[in-house]
């Protein structure tokens, strides 16, 4: 079924009874030639790349809860292409471009807002950081827009300009960014990839991975043994967990981030703004929600949820920053596990298994790498080749330190990116 102005008309006249699934349930098979472990953004996206781009059918993804129960549905929904370094800049220039034409592509409204990001410096240093930033942008095709104090103030004016501590200085302005509904994205990718002959297999959790000689031949799962050619492990915070089952020690540590969201108000935040001197970034939703985050709860856990100590240092920075929040009511607050890698960079590869191939270590920004995620690994998966877009994403950097993209600067701590 095809999504249109007319089909809505058309439905809500008719009480909205002539809707479809928009995927179907299905008995897994025995056999596929593809099995993707993950429904979330990255594996969804693999699986309609495989189909649209490679003509691939008989894929299965399974998917141990439900479709956008992960982090996909749990982020704070920013996407924006603001990287520096080679290797990181390509992927997601590469990823607002797919992003640009996804709800033409999917046919589905993924509410995608390209309101722009405002990262804020508060010192001399940070401008020169984030000049280089910007000008680093440019070279790669995107935009950027140095803002200086009044410019920033003009735009987002509710902002404390002159805070003790922390006086905002200016920004960088990254026009093209901005936000997407997360869990639309996977329902738009399913819908997408069921369409093209994927099954996706919902409460169908992977609990073994069945390697011969080297070669992978199949996963054990809660609803039985399928037998695959190809392997695909694309499970986010569970990433180490589901290589071990072959055997492998991922270089990823699985910590929780936290997000929340006040109560629905008009609208007053019309960009995504990030502090610079605290990690705190915030947006409002289109239901007038205001979604904010911040850093990472410092120890390594499994746990979907977080800890006060991380609440209060966020609502701290956030009314630092605008201290006009402070009226607002906190609705609900949440945790998604992260897959953090040593140099924060992910790993789109193959392993030493053959057959056997993975695509992880997003750490907290994986949701605006859904498109180009899976049009690269889908690329890997089907041709044996890298994608030029992901060729530096390799798991081998971590063996020779050749290639290392320390986006932040931070060093080799998982939880430091
Ligand atoms: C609070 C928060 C805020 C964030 N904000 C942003 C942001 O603003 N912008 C941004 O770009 N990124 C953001 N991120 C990061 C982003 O959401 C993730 O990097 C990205 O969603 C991870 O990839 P995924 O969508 O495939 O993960 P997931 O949706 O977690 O998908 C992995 C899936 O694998 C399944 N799985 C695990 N083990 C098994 C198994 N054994 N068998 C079968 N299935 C299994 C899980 O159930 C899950 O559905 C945020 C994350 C969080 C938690």
Redesign the pocket.
């Known amino acids: 079924m095809r999504f249109s102005a007319l089909k809505i008309l058309a439905q809500g006249l008719r009480g909205n009874t002539g809707w479809a699934p928009h995927w179907r349930d299905p008995e897994p098979k025995d056999q596929y030639d593809i099995v993707i472990?993950?429904?979330?953004?990255?594996?969804?996206?693999t699986a309609y790349h495989l189909a649209r781009e490679h003509g691939l059918r008989n894929i299965a993804v399974?998917?141990?809860?439900?479709?956008?129960?992960?982090?996909?549905?749990?982020?704070?929904?920013?996407?924006?292409a603001n990287y520096f370094l080679p290797g990181n800049s390509e992927f997601y220039s590469h990823s607002l471009k797919l992003w640009e034409g996804l709800e033409q592509e999917l046919n589905y409204n993924v509410m995608m807002s390209q309101r722009g990001v405002i990262n804020l410096f508060h010192s001399d240093g940070q401008r020169d950081a984030f000049v280089r930033r910007g000008n680093a942008m440019i070279n790669q095709g995107d935009d950027a827009v140095l803002l200086d104090r009044d410019g920033v103030r003009k735009l987002v004016p509710y902002l404390d300009f002159d805070n003790g501590r922390f006086p905002i200085y200016g920004g960088l302005l990254h026009p093209r960014g901005g936000?997407a509904r997360?869990d639309a994205v996977?329902w738009g990718f399913a819908r997408g990839a069921d369409q093209r002959g994927v099954e996706i297999l919902q409460n169908?959790?992977?609990?073994g991975i069945d390697v011969e000689g080297g070669v992978v031949r199949g996963?054990q799962?809660?609803r039985g043994a399928i037998r695959a050619k190809k392997v695909a492990i694309?499970?986010?915070?569970?990433?180490s967990?589901?290589a071990a089952?072959a055997g492998m020690r991922l270089p990823v540590e699985s910590h929780?981030?936290?997000?929340f969201v006040t109560e629905g108000l008009k609208p007053v935040i019309d960009h995504?703004i990030s502090f610079g001197m605290g990690h705190f970034?915030i947006s409002q939703s289109d239901k007038g929600g205001l979604v904010f985050?911040g850093d990472i709860d410092m120890y390594a856990s499994y746990a979907?949820r977080g800890n006060l100590p991380i609440v209060e240092h966020v609502m701290q920075a956030g009314m630092t920053l605008m201290p006009m929040i402070g009226k607002a009511k906190v609705l609900r607050s949440?945790?998604?596990?992260?897959?953090m890698t040593p140099d924060g960079s992910p790993f789109i590869d193959k392993t030493d298994i053959d057959g056997l191939f993975v695509?992880?270590g997003?750490?907290?920004?994986?949701?605006?790498?859904?498109p180009a995620?899976g049009h690269c690994f889908a690329h890997l998966i089907a041709t044996g080749r890298h994608h030029g877009a992901a060729a530096k994403f390799r798991l081998d950097r971590m063996k020779t330190g050749v290639g290392i993209m320390d986006e932040e600067g931070t060093g080799a701590q998982h939880n430091l990116h």
């Open positions: 472990i993950g429904g979330g953004g990255h594996g969804l996206s399974l998917e141990k809860g439900y479709i956008g129960g992960g982090n996909v549905g749990r982020n704070t929904t920013i996407v924006r936000t997360h996977a169908c959790e992977v609990t996963v799962t809660s694309v499970v986010a915070g569970r990433s967990q589901v089952m929780v981030l936290q997000a995504v970034y985050g979907a949440w945790g998604g596990i992260m897959d695509n992880c997003w750490n907290y920004g994986g949701f605006k790498a859904v995620s």
